[in-house]
């Protein structure tokens, strides 16, 4: 019996940046994180639950004539740490990176003390230092555990 | 914020050598070194969003006896916060008022959240269960006068779950040689586990107790804290624990000659007013001591 031949699920794209090897169901979790949601304009493509070259299941995120900078998809390693970063140009790979949780993550998590000053209408974005044990909450000295699915605070 | 600003709002950011230069310089002002114009033509906004009545008279008092002025907020009814500005919006406002801010606040993070919009310094006066500065330092100070901030066991009793005080001062202590906290709480009313982590991380020496007989003769220090009816699950449970932390002069007599009651106030029944006369009690030099450590913290933010 001959192999089956391979097709691509997804189709390439000329220009722009593809997030490849998030944690299966949170490739939609990735878009959130990075703010690239209804009314901006990007072009992205999400594929979910895809065969992974590493074994298992993988998402994928293609956004199209953008190229990410390495603060902007550090966030998503909050939820995604195995995530690599391409950077496509011409169709052809001209930079791929790892991700890594930043000292301190901004704008992302939402703090789950509902008595936190960031959880009124005050305009100021939450701020979490990553330490040791989890994530804690700049204003209020909340921790988030790391044995909590910190995707559920996103 | 501008640069070099100094605010004073959590004793997390604070290391051993600021804490104790302010508490030698509280010893200062209530050993009555000061000049009482060291703030001279100073204003300070204090701006309570919740009551109050030590921490707001105190600080008052304070400014007052270093020379300043206070601008108070009045009624929050009264304001623009009632018609739905937002506090970094009063915060910048008032930055043009005064020399310094104090802040209390029913949020947590609200005094971190005001001093980076704040062109002027900013104390915390204390923000929803969060941090409570100057109540930290005045129990430090209330220590230091009666045994020097090293080799001492502590109790901390009554609530310990939502009593921001303790949480404070077990923190603060933390910063200092040889400390042994001894907890004596209520099933459920305990440290929280993330705070628990943090004192052992530390190094902190942590040792539960369910009742205060268990500890007391070792202790040098006897913190107490008001249990809230409200934190019971029936009014049964909180009577039965009411009467079983209740300090009595009776109770006492197991406890060391030189062990001191501190409670940050009001009580209500967790220590019976029979102790007061006794020398342990030193609840009311506590609250006192409020005078010249907030004069200490008020010269350290504003002095040129």
Known sequence: MTKPEKTLVISPIQRGTVIDHITPGEGLTVI?????TRGTGVTVTVACNVESSRGGRKDLVKIADRELLKEEVDKI????????????RDYRVVDKKTVSVPQEIVGVITCPNPNCITNTKEPVPTRFAAQTRGFRCRYCDTVISLDKDIGNYI | MTVNQRNILSVRDMDREEIDRLLSAAAEFDHGKGTGHELDGKILAV??????TRTRMSF???MMRLGGKILNLGSVEATSIAKGETLSDTIRVVSGYADAIVLRHPKEGAARLASEVASVPVINGGDGAGQH???????LYTIRESMPLRNIDIGLQGDLRYG???HSLAFALSKYDNIRIHSIAPEGLDFPSSLK?????LGVELICHDTIEECLPELDVLYVTRLQRERFPDPVAFDNYASTYRITPELLEAAKPNMIVLHPLPRVDEIDPRVDTLPCAKYFDQAHNGVPVRMAMLNEVMKQ
């Open chain 1, 32 to 36: 959130n994180i990075l703010g690239i």
């Open chain 1, 77 to 88: 390693a909050l939820v995604a740490p195995d995530a690599t970063i391409s950077i496509i």
């Open chain 2, 47 to 52: 701006l309570f969003f919740e009551p109050s």
């Open chain 2, 60 to 62: 008052s008092s304070a």
């Open chain 2, 133 to 139: 500065p100057s109540q930290t330092l005045l129990d």
């Open chain 2, 164 to 166: 921001r005080t303790v």
């Open chain 2, 197 to 201: 982590a943090d004192l052992s991380e």
